[in-house]
């Protein structure tokens, strides 16, 4: 039986959790009643009668609340929903090609590939999602220039990325379903139109800041990794965003915040690369780990990365580093294949012997590096 002077009164239970009120407000709902009046001095100068019904549309239209307003809702959505299926065309513009596409996103502090169909036209390429209309839509007219190029993933399998140089100094890079009919199309539109393409005009997209860091290097594996920088001044061990860039000469991590290089190590200069489980405290709690060892002037040192693929990370900085040997008379790193088949590039040193198995002069892998790659991490 109900006790008169209860039914109201607040009841407390410590188990509940977010979850559990979201589900009570969306499967139950919620009602507000609520007289406020606001005074300064004694002086009433606002007054607010409140009454509200907070839950799910389906609770709602249970009790009969909202119901009509819910039915032309949804009756919106079915009629426009076929308007958005495809992008809008111009006048005399029609569909060429189509297919699935992503391209590259870099704004700001997001960057990240945007999935979805890929429309060439006689006159743009839009890469186009119903839920957000035109992701991408470029002109074929600003295009200046146009190349493929293999791009070596962690897992090691390798896919086409397109890559776009635009009008002012713009660019874009583009994975397709079917990157060779996308290329042969666009080139064959743009020579129609009577202009002609480059085919080394093409810059790196990922992030414009890094694109100089890096420019005549071969960019083997990027990814969004958290970096601990080192302790200074005030400041401990604090954990930073941003991204780690392998090359096939160097490793280095770009700070999102600061806009700059925190980290870079050549890779003649690696000792070894390991994943372990740390804990890192609060609300992190246990995280696996990258473990970095390289060689300063005087001793060595170490950088720790928390993120995705870190295994594949340690296979990637691995196999980079036990392709790059040290010119023999400017010590400067460089790929082996490179030293042996076309010399130096910074001293001009050649081999007298191109050769991988046997080339005097060429000093052999640090035995640090030559050690780790019989080693199973």
Not at 65 to 88: F, S, T
Not at 137 to 154: H, S, V
């Amino acid at each position: 039986m109900d006790v008169p002077g209860t039914i109201l009164m607040p009841t407390r239970y410590e188990k509940a959790t977010l979850v559990d009120l979201l589900d009570r407000v969306f499967d139950k709902g919620v009602v507000i009643h609520a007289d406020l009046l606001i005074s300064v001095a004694g002086i009433p100068l606002l007054g607010v009668n409140l009454r509200a019904a907070l839950a799910g549309m389906e609770t709602m239209r249970r009790y009969g609340i909202m119901q009509d307003w819910d039915e032309r809702a949804r009756a919106w959505e079915r009629e426009h929903a076929a308007e958005r299926r495809e992008p809008a065309l111009q006048t005399d513009e029609r569909v060429i090609l189509h297919m699935f596409g992503s391209h590259w996103y870099a704004r700001g502090i997001y960057r990240a590939w945007q999935p979805g169909q890929l429309y060439l036209t006689n006159k743009r390429l839009i890469l186009f999602r119903a839920e957000q209309g035109d992701l991408m839509n470029i002109a074929l007219d600003e295009i200046r220039g146009l190349a493929i190029r293999k791009e070596t993933r962690f897992t090691g399998l390798k896919r086409d990325l397109i890559y776009l140089s635009l009008s002012a100094d713009k660019s874009a890079c583009i994975s397709a379903e079917k990157p060779e009919e996308l290329v042969e199309g666009i080139r064959r539109i743009v020579e129609g139109m009577g202009l002609s393409l480059a085919e080394d005009a093409v810059a790196h997209p990922f992030s414009g800041e890094v694109d100089e860091l890096i420019s005549g290097e071969e960019l083997l594996a990027e990814g969004r990794l958290w970096y601990q920088l080192p302790a200074h001044d005030l400041w401990g061990d604090t954990w930073r965003p941003g991204r780690l860039y392998l090359t096939d000469r160097r490793l280095l991590w770009w700070c999102d915040s600061d806009r700059q290089v925190q980290l870079e190590v050549g890779l003649s200069r690696l000792v070894g690369a390991e994943t372990e489980t740390r804990e890192l405290g609060g609300l992190i709690g246990e995280r696996p780990i990258l473990c970095l060892l390289y060689r300063n002037s005087h001793e060595q040192g170490s950088a720790l990365f928390a993120g995705e693929d870190l295994a594949q990370w340690v296979q990637a900085i691995e196999r980079a580093a036990g392709a790059t040997e040290t010119c023999p008379n400017c010590s400067e790193p460089a790929p082996r294949e490179q030293l042996l088949q076309e010399g130096c590039r910074c001293c001009g040193w050649t081999s007298p012997l191109p050769s991988e198995s046997s080339a005097p002069g060429l000093s052999q892998a640090p035995p640090a590096i030559a050690a780790r790659n019989h080693q199973s991490w």
